[in-house]
């Protein structure tokens, strides 16, 4: 069956982002123009073609704000200038224009519930206990009975994510700040409605710009309790756990919904609105992407990418159980398919390669990072690709911490070691599960740095860039880049992928991934091995090989509803 055999005609009214495939950029690793070792907005602009030739609808451009990269630019000092290692206003406006004119959108990353420490909403908070901005952020004397400075004189007990107390003491005026991350992050303060106005006209601002909407950094993080109360301990250096104090917190609904009349309604644009948030759950979703409530178009959730944290957390990996996979990725279908929306990812920033972390980078490479990809991307919701996911791009092999740039890994490898943990095992966690994995320049080519830069990269390119790169698979049917091109046309093209029904099937099979897809009179059928053991997949309705709509692998044998599957074989199947 071919695709143009598959097209309809049926007038499809469901929102426009229900058939769009979303391109995360991360700009820092994406391309270089001028040789510093550090991507920028010109580089990205030189490799637009690449992602038209790909196809997707819109790229999310991850933080190119001023910033003293503390994080990576997520630890922002001025939301209305671009950071001079990226470029400068006027590059930003010449990407827009390159992006619009090819068709494509174009979404900010939006980090409001923290800034930098250098912001000048930050510098004038901390210059005194009477300054005007002094409730901008959270402050607190130290803890009743304690001196500032002392051991324990936090205000709460609660423990960064990125390692140690959320709270650092400011000598100056004797009282701490607030911060979930990096100390250079204070949290904002948004029980402040003079912090959400502000916020809400820098947003209005970047619309007017012209953008097309945000992807907002751990958005369910700044509606705090108020009290502040400690957290349970959690057993590292007397911390506490404070997330049930932070995380989704008691008007969170209200300040997406005031955001969204302030910043979004009354506009005619095409915009879309996603937020990352840690933790939530499939009923806080439905909430959050019920279009009657006005709070936002889709989340991220971390459900299925902590299936492989063991008991001392993401750094602690152990190996994945598909079954584990499909329940969690099967309820989010069901929970989310009638009422809101789902997002679909395996990789982004912040998250390991998925071709390491749930495929096999070695004998089955293409075959894995197709079959991922195809049972991600046939999924009802949007689907992301981030930057060299679409070339099967894999983990770095880091031969120790000194290879290591990112703050969360660097923290985490100090503490564990001073701890007494073996160097060596906590290497091993952080080589399979840190975000630097992510933020390996893109491999563009074979030749020295991967066409990424002319100079020293800030972060070692990956050594097999010179047979894995974006030239070598542009002419290749059979490429990972291909595949990816492939998938996305379908979602353009059927509707029955956009927005038709959910069924989950062979729950209980541990090597097995199958689901049907249905609308009206259409029915998709989706299987894959995802394992390195040749399987057989028993399934009724009918399916023949003359079915046949995508495979990463020769066509398979299919008799009397078996099918036979090679490893890491994927195909898709259509009435």
């Known amino acids: ?18 058939s769009a495939v979303v391109y995360q950029v991360y700009p820092r690793s994406f391309a270089d123009s001028d040789g510093d070792g550090v991507g920028d907005l010109p580089g990205l602009i030189a490799r637009l073609d690449h992602l038209h030739r790909l196809g997707v609808d819109v790229i999310w451009l991850s933080p190119v704000y001023a910033s003293p990269h503390a994080d990576n630019g997520y630890d922002i000092s001025d939301y209305q200038a671009i950071d001079p290692a990226f470029g400068t206003l006027d590059d930003f406006d010449r ?47 130290p803890r009743e009975g304690f001196e500032a400075g002392q051991p324990g004189a936090e205000p709460t007990n609660w423990e960064s994510f990125f390692s140690g107390p959320t709270w650092t003491l400011d000598e100056a005026t004797g009282e701490y700040y607030l911060h979930l991350f990096a100390p250079k992050q204070p949290d ?8 959400r106005h502000a916020v809400y006209e820098m947003m209005r601002w970047w619309l007017d710009r012209g953008v097309d909407g945000f992807r907002m950094d751990v958005i369910n993080l700044i509606s705090k309790d108020p009290e502040l109360p400690d957290g349970a301990t959690t057993g590292v250096g007397g911390l506490g756990d404070g997330f049930p104090h932070y995380g989704t917190g008691p008007r969170i609904h209200e300040f997406l919904q005031e955001m969204h009349r302030e910043v979004f309604e009354g506009r005619s644009a095409q915009l879309l609105t996603v937020g990352e948030m840690p933790g939530v759950t499939w009923e ?11 709070e936002l178009d889709m989340v991220f959730q971390f459900e299925h990418v902590s299936l ?11 190996p994945l159980d598909l079954r584990d996979l499909k329940a969690s990725l099967g309820r989010w279908q069901t929970a989310l398919g009638e009422v809101g929306w789902n997002s679909l990812y395996w990789n982004n920033h912040d998250q390991p390669r998925v071709v390491s972390r749930f495929g096999d980078d070695g004998r089955y490479w293409r075959e894995s990072a197709t079959a991922l990809a195809t049972v991600l991307h046939l999924h009802r919701g949007t689907p992301y690709v981030y930057q060299g996911e679409e070339l099967g791009m894999t ?31 906590v290497l091993r966690g952080l080589r399979a599960m840190g975000r630097d994995n992510a933020r390996t320049p893109v491999q563009w080519d074979a030749s020295p740095n991967a066409g990424f830069t002319t100079g020293e990269p800030w972060i070692a390119v990956n050594p097999n860039h010179t047979w894995l790169n974006a030239a070598a698979q542009y002419d290749d049917p059979k490429s990972v880049f291909n595949h990816y091109r492939r998938l996305i046309e379908l979602r353009h093209a059927l509707p029955v992928i956009a927005r038709g029904d959910f069924r989950m099937l062979l729950a209980d099979e541990p090597y097995l991934y199958a689901y049907e897809r249905t609308l009206n009179d259409d029915r998709l059928l989706v299987v894959a091995n995802l394992g390195g ?17 995508l495979s990463n692998v020769d066509e398979p044998t299919v008799v009397n509803g078996r099918i036979a599957m090679e490893p890491w074989s994927a195909h898709v199947f259509m009435k």
Do not use: I
């Open 533 to 549: 053991t040749p399987q057989t997949a028993t399934l009724d309705g009918g399916w023949s090989a003359a079915d046949l709509l």
């Open 1 to 18: 069956m071919t695709l143009e055999q598959t097209a309809t005609t049926t007038v499809d009214t469901a929102p426009w982002w229900t």
């Open 188 to 195: 904002l303060n948004w029980e402040n409605p003079e912090v």
């Open 284 to 294: 806080d979703a439905r909430l959050f992407t019920d279009p009657r409530r006005r």
């Open 308 to 318: 492989d944290h063991g008991p001392g957390g993401k750094f602690d990996p152990r």
């Open 395 to 425: 983990n770095a092999p880091f031969a120790g911490v000194h290879e290591m740039r990112d703050v969360e890994s660097l923290n985490h490898y100090a503490e564990a070691v001073a701890a007494g943990a073996d160097p060596e095992s």
């Open 95 to 141: 990407l827009l224009g390159q992006v619009h004119a090819r068709g494509m959108k174009l979404v900010m990353d939006l980090v409001v519930n923290h800034t930098s420490d250098e912001h000048p909403w930050f510098v004038e908070s901390r210059s005194s206990r009477d300054n005007p901005k002094r409730d901008w952020y959270w402050w607190r004397p």
